[in-house]
């Protein structure tokens, strides 16, 4: 009978092979854990599970949505977008975060601001 095999190096699975026995020791058999697992995923020995990685975000990506969120947020600069003017500083201040994001931007998961919903005059 065979099965399927995880190699791990460093926690990481690296190859996935089909063996009719546990090749060695830095191998797991990947029918002991749920679909949906294979190679990239992460492999904790100490607890023998395996997890997802986190995705990061480069300092391209993070870049480009703060790009996106102030393209998509110009509207409220204008004249006529009739926002009320406590509304209007919420918005001033989430587009400057978003333009130091922009102007030095990191790499790494960030706290994004909150995207004020919009309060018109009536």
Not at 14 to 35: L, Q
Not at 58 to 86: H, K, P, R
């Amino acid at each position: 009978m065979t099965n399927t095999y995880g190699k791990i190096e460093n926690g990481v699975i690296i190859n996935v092979e089909v063996h009719e026995s546990s090749p060695s020791s830095n191998y797991i058999c990947m029918e002991d854990y749920p679909s949906g697992f294979g190679i990239g995923d992460l492999y904790d020995a100490s607890t023998n599970t395996l997890s997802k990685p986190i995705h990061i975000n480069t300092l391209a990506e993070n870049y480009n949505i703060a790009l996106q969120q102030l393209a998509t947020s110009d509207w409220t600069q204008g004249a006529d977008a009739n926002l009320t003017q406590s509304n209007l500083a919420q918005w001033v201040s989430y587009r400057a975060t978003l333009r130091a994001i922009a102007i030095t931007p990191i790499a790494g998961n960030l706290d994004w601001p909150v995207r004020p919903k919009a309060e018109y005059n009536i």
